[in-house]
């Protein structure tokens, strides 16, 4: 190939050295395991969608990039690509949420409803890689949908799947803030306050103005009492491990049977959740974004002492997903935005790989007439999972072992003379023992690359 | 969101249902565990480069999807985006060749060569998606990269990986044709001819145009004579399975350095291969795609009966996959069209899942009070790593099992009364026994969904 020019990354376009991505690799293992634990089916869809179903979800279209053939248009032989007709230009997912849409009433037929789906795939954003923002970057989707009807219990439901992926990641405690539309719109209209949304989008300024400059909003521009305005602020101020906050909301003048539904709701997946996985969630009034767009419980996800990241995991019900002239396709769904995660946790050091590479033992080689003995005795190990390279060069030992310790390989095997099973050593602490490929077994922390909390020991790249 | 029009496939993107995606997903699987055991470093790089440097393998310019901003140019604030200029606009990479060379070079001080590094993405290719080329496959390399040197016998460790990956997907009969570049040049010059890249360009069209014509051409454009014509055709001709091409080759009249070079080279090759995957590798002295570009030993891979899918598999010794003022890098790397290959063996039954979804165990309910009964079986049963589900809806036992049968879950939990352990149903056998979440363990066969040699049982979609 032609020398290629040296350079430097591309802001917005994450990409990861070998010991980070085997962090990376290790929060989407984690994923897929839990989801699979719990009978999800794991979906790829396809990268690119047509421009007008891209478009739909109308406030974020500035932000698709669109394909175009190279040459396409001097040739004049691709007009499907020349980007003029919005039916037919392909651009770049932005989520997987409107691929997954369009997937479902491609494939109703052939699916299986409720459907159980996760889904990790990159997706795309055009726009301006600012305040760590990515253009590309990792989503994990996990979503419920059924056709026409889906169960209320599924809320509680998906969110146990989230709370057990998140509570095995190496994270500082992790806390689901959980709401529900029946609750918040139940309480707001039995105060009087019948524009429940314009008091949502009020509220959702609370933690950028704080509580005194949203009173004078809600007073100014819905038109609510003090009374209403500060009943409204206590709302929003409950946060409760277990169900005391309904009787929070009782004292507050809640009443109605929307009220009681969402109690029941938001109690029911507090329940569930903590059964799972005991001290991940919380009732939190105050969770407003989304609620207009979603119809049951909402859910936001925050990391303690990562507060600036945002809501890692954010979701919850919503009524249709996608419809046609036969069925609605109703759904909860949670995601992750792992780039971001992922990014956080190697920039502040919270994981970290043991080793940068999969290598468990690296097999010396005296000589290259000897290889093949090396390669015999690497042959042994592999076959009992264990990873193994040979060394590339018959160099001196003393290199040989530097070529691991570089790599964080915790053992290198010396094979012995014909007939002989070798000694295997442990370069960190120098210990050498005889050792037969046939029955040697690492230690389970040494057996495969481990990622570690931060501060632990491990590389250095 | 907004009513969904339904839509019909994307030509040249493929997707697929959950229980082909399993398929796919396991190929994936068997390559990351096999390169994982040969400590070879799982990479991603981001999916876009700058199109400078995808035109630098000038040949498939046609062929990159260039990215544009939605907008971009209207608003005229992102310069950076229009295609004015190759070196600011961004393609969708086509192989993951350019990115690791640049991957390589970015990131030189940070990594510790030999790199041995595997690496499955997606890329794209805009061309006409005709006789089953997709636009957007995944593609899985493995590569080995030296700083300045790179020892010869990696070129046979690199096809063992390879030849042990291949071993362990439910293939039909997978043979790696090697041939080595200084056997083939040796060979020509040492018959006196030259130009042996031409009788190379003539040699590669002997599938399409067969013996006579290549001779045809041998003489009439390279100037051979009838009998060094003859001399090329039989060596193309040779195919064994031990080193006894060599006897052939000298009977043929080749002598000298450069043949007993690359005749030493092979021999290594088949030796290490033949040592790890016993019947999968072939000496195969016809393979001239690549010689030029190649400079040591060339691969190309085919599987028995599905001749009309090409090489599934190709790869081999490249001197320089980058450079810059201060370093060369040399490496051994081997690529599969994993796509191509996992849409074969799902259209032609060779593989399929034994269920279409992970879950093994279906937990009835029977009425909602008594769900979080179902739900801590379920978590008893999970936190023994057996996947597992919980009817969505309590209706009849007939309709939950009817649930998991269309699904392949083999197993129906039914929990007994408070205290009793309750009961397994094998929903394939109707054979039903009590048993206890704690202990109870299906077969290794039920445990996780299998990927079977087609025509074995499995689900219909």
């Not at 049977?257 to 938001?266: C, K, R, V």
């Not at 390279?389 to 003393?398: I, L, R, S």
């Not at 370069?427 to 040494?446: K, L, N, V």
Request: hydrophobic residues 40%.
């Amino acid at each position: 190939m032609a020398k290629t020019p040296k350079k430097s990354g591309l802001s917005g376009f994450p990409e990861w050295l070998p010991a980070e991505r085997l962090v990376e690799q290790h929060v989407i293992d984690v994923f897929r395991e839990v989801a699979e634990l719990h009978g999800f089916s794991g979906i790829e869809t396809r990268s690119v969608e047509p421009l007008e179903q891209l478009l739909r979800k109308g406030e974020i279209d500035k932000e698709v990039y669109v394909l175009r053939r190279l040459h396409a248009e001097e040739t004049g032989t691709a007009a499907d690509d020349s980007g003029a007709d919005p039916a037919r230009t392909l651009g770049l997912h932005f989520d997987l949420t409107v691929p997954l849409a369009r997937y479902v009433l491609e494939h109703q037929n052939d699916l299986a409803f409720p459907l159980r789906r996760f889904q990790i795939q990159k997706v795309w954003r055009g726009e301006r890689p600012q305040d760590g923002r990515f253009r590309e970057f990792y989503q994990a989707d996990l979503d419920v949908i059924g056709q026409d009807t889906l169960p209320g219990h599924i809320e509680a439901e998906v969110a146990v799947v989230m709370a057990e992926i998140l509570d095995r990641l190496p994270l500082p405690t992790v806390t689901i803030h959980a709401n529900t539309r029946r609750l918040s719109e139940g309480f707001f209209r039995s105060l009087g306050l019948e524009d429940h949304a314009a008091v949502l989008r009020c509220l959702d300024k609370l933690p950028k103005i704080g509580p005194d400059a949203v009173r004078e909003l809600l007073v100014g521009e819905i038109g609510a009492t003090q009374q209403q305005a500060q009943a409204c602020l206590d709302f929003a101020s409950i946060r409760t491990r277990d169900d005391s906050f309904a009787q929070r909301v009782r004292e507050l003048g809640g009443t109605g049977e929307m009220i009681e539904q969402g109690i029941a709701e938001l109690t029911a997946v507090l329940e569930r959740v903590e059964a799972a996985v005991p001290g991940v969630i919380l009732a939190d009034l105050s969770i407003a974004r989304g609620l207009d767009y979603y119809t049951g419980t909402v859910f936001e996800t925050f990391v303690s002492g990562h507060e600036s990241l945002g809501s890692i995991c954010s979701g919850g019900r919503y009524d249709s997903l996608a419809t046609d002239n036969r069925h609605t396709y109703p759904g909860v769904g949670l995601s992750i935005g792992l780039s971001r995660l992922v990014s956080r946790m190697l920039s502040a050091d919270l994981a970290r790989a043991s080793r940068s590479v999969p290598t468990c033992v690296l097999v010396a080689v005296l000589d290259e007439q000897s290889r093949p003995a090396s390669d015999a005795v690497a042959r042994q190990l592999r076959g009992r999972g264990i990873s193994t390279e040979v060394a590339p060069t018959a160099t001196k030992f003393g290199k040989q072992i530097r070529y691991a310790d570089r790599r964080g390989i915790p053992f290198v095997w010396f094979p012995g003379e014909e007939g002989s099973s070798g000694e295997v050593k442990d370069i960190r602490t120098g210990e050498q023992a005889s050792a037969d490929p046939a029955t040697w077994e690492p230690s389970a922390r040494d057996r495969r690359a481990q990622i570690l909390p931060g501060g632990e020991d491990g590389p250095t790249s």
